[in-house]
C-alpha cells in the first residue's frame, strides 16, 4: 500500500453477546444502526475470554463459563459521522464500554468521504 486515505476515528464498543435490545442481539442492532446511519462499515468480533465490570472471567474453554463470551463492534469513519453516531449508543448501551480512538485509514475502497460529499462516480451511479 502507498499513500494512505487519511485520518478517521474508530468506534470499538464491547458488550456481552448475549445482550440484547428488543429481542435482537444488541450486536446486530448497532451494526444495523450504523448501516441506516451512513457510517462506511462496521464488523463484530467473537471473543474467546475477556471480563468486564463483573469481574467475571467469561472463557470458550469451559462449557460452564462459555456463556456471554464479549463481542467487539468496530466502526470507522469520518470523525464527524462516528461521533454524530454516538447518541445511539446512549440509547442501546447499558452495560458495556465503547472507545473512540484516532487512526489512520491506509486503505480504502470506495475512500470515506465527509457528510454529503459526492464524488464523480457517485453522481454517475445515481444518474
Known amino acids: 500500500m502507498t499513500?494512505?486515505?487519511?485520518?478517521?476515528?474508530?468506534l470499538t464498543i464491547f458488550v456481552g453477546e448475549n445482550d440484547v435490545w428488543r429481542h435482537?442481539?444488541?450486536?446486530?442492532?448497532?451494526?444495523?444502526?450504523?448501516?441506516?446511519?451512513?457510517?462506511?462499515g462496521a464488523s463484530v468480533f467473537h471473543?474467546?475470554?475477556?471480563?468486564?465490570?463483573?469481574?467475571?472471567?467469561?472463557?470458550?474453554r469451559l462449557l460452564s463459563l462459555s456463556e456471554d463470551l464479549p463481542?467487539?463492534?468496530?466502526?470507522?469513519?469520518?470523525?464527524?459521522?462516528?461521533?454524530a453516531f454516538l447518541p445511539?449508543?446512549?440509547?442501546?448501551?447499558?452495560?458495556g464500554l465503547a472507545v473512540l480512538d484516532e487512526c489512520e485509514v491506509a486503505l480504502s475502497r470506495p475512500p470515506l468521504r465527509p457528510?454529503?460529499?459526492?464524488?464523480?462516480?457517485d453522481r454517475e451511479e445515481d444518474a
Open 115 to 121: 457528510r454529503g460529499e459526492t464524488t464523480g462516480a
Open 88 to 95: 445511539e449508543l446512549d440509547e442501546l448501551v447499558t452495560q
Open 3 to 10: 499513500g494512505t486515505a487519511g485520518s478517521a476515528l474508530r
Open 71 to 83: 463481542v467487539a463492534i468496530v466502526i470507522v469513519d469520518t470523525e464527524e459521522k462516528v461521533r
Open 47 to 60: 471473543g474467546m475470554e475477556g471480563f468486564g465490570a463483573s469481574s467475571l472471567i467469561h472463557t470458550s
Open 24 to 40: 435482537k442481539p444488541l450486536y446486530s442492532e448497532i451494526v444495523h444502526r450504523a448501516h441506516r446511519a451512513g457510517l462506511a
